[in-house]
Antibody, heavy 123, light 108 residues
Framework: EVRLVESGGGLIQPGRSLRLSCTASGFDFGDFALSWVRQTPEKGLEWVGFISGNPSAGRTEYAASVRGRFTISRDDSKSVAYLQMNSLKTEDTAVYYC??????????????WGQGTLVSVSS | EIVMTQSPATLSVSPGERATLSCRASQTIYTNLAWYQQKPGQAPRLLIYGASTRATGVPARFSGSGSGTEFTLTISSLQSEDFAVYYCQQYENWPPYTFGQGTKLEIK
């Protein structure tokens, strides 16, 4: 069974940094691309960014709203992906989901989703 | 960026009846469209990909159709567990992947 478990969310002040983790199990982690998707009541579902799997491992793409502030990485030896969020803004408040699609070089559609972790950016 | 527009925002249907949800893309996405179902407190669940292919374990009462810019999700006979929010997502032209704003399917 494929499982994605996010962790690391919480309350953080604007301008600070936070790192989310996505721990995976039940599949060959390195062979699949992963995306982070966030959700707010106001904006709905918003794709945040992606990291490719093998053989093009390490390619990343980001939404314009987070480019330059957020960084996605992965440690295939631990089956973990990370979302490093710097210079956080109040508008980054959301539930963050780790998702996996069927491909290695793009996420495409999100076959699997984690349970989500809430990030609240507030002073 | 491709904009996805769903209609209606809220749909009220009685159990046992048919529900038809619409999704429109701002430019052609061929059949690179997915539908998701989300219940309160849960993550979205993939229902349909490729505009018309049911994901594993999805009941046959769910069907998707369309291509280009116009798409439809049909639930043929609504069960109590089907009342939820439904989202469409395009994966033709990225970054970014984009989602519709959702249709809430409620009990009439």
């Amino acid at each position: 069974e494929v499982r994605l478990v996010e962790s690391g969310g919480g309350l953080i002040q604007p301008g600070r940094s936070l790192r989310l983790s996505c721990t995976a199990s039940g599949f060959d982690f390195g062979d699949f691309a992963l995306s982070w998707v966030r959700q707010t009541p106001e904006k709905g579902l918003e794709w945040v960014g992606f990291i490719s799997g093998n053989p093009s491992a390490g390619r990343t793409e980001y939404a314009a709203s987070v480019r330059g502030r957020f960084t996605i990485s992965r440690d295939d030896s631990k089956s973990v992906a990370y979302l490093q969020m710097n210079s956080l803004k109040t508008e980054d408040t959301a539930v963050y989901y780790c998702t996996r699609g069927p491909y290695y070089d793009s996420t495409g559609y999100c076959v699997h989703w984690g349970q989500g972790t809430l990030v609240s950016v507030s002073s | 960026e491709i904009v996805m527009t769903q209609s209606p925002a809220t749909l009220s249907v009685s159990p046992g009846e048919r529900a038809t949800l619409s999704c429109r893309a701002s430019q052609t996405i061929y059949t690179n469209l997915a539908w998701y179902q989300q219940k309160p407190g849960q993550a979205p669940r993939l229902l349909i990909y490729g505009a018309s292919t049911r994901a594993t374990g999805v009941p046959a009462r769910f069907s998707g159709s369309g291509s280009g810019t116009e798409f439809t999700l049909t639930i043929s006979s609504l069960q109590s567990e089907d009342f939820a929010v439904y989202y469409c997502q395009q994966y033709e032209n990225w970054p970014p992947y984009t989602f519709g704003q959702g249709t809430k399917l409620e009990i009439k």
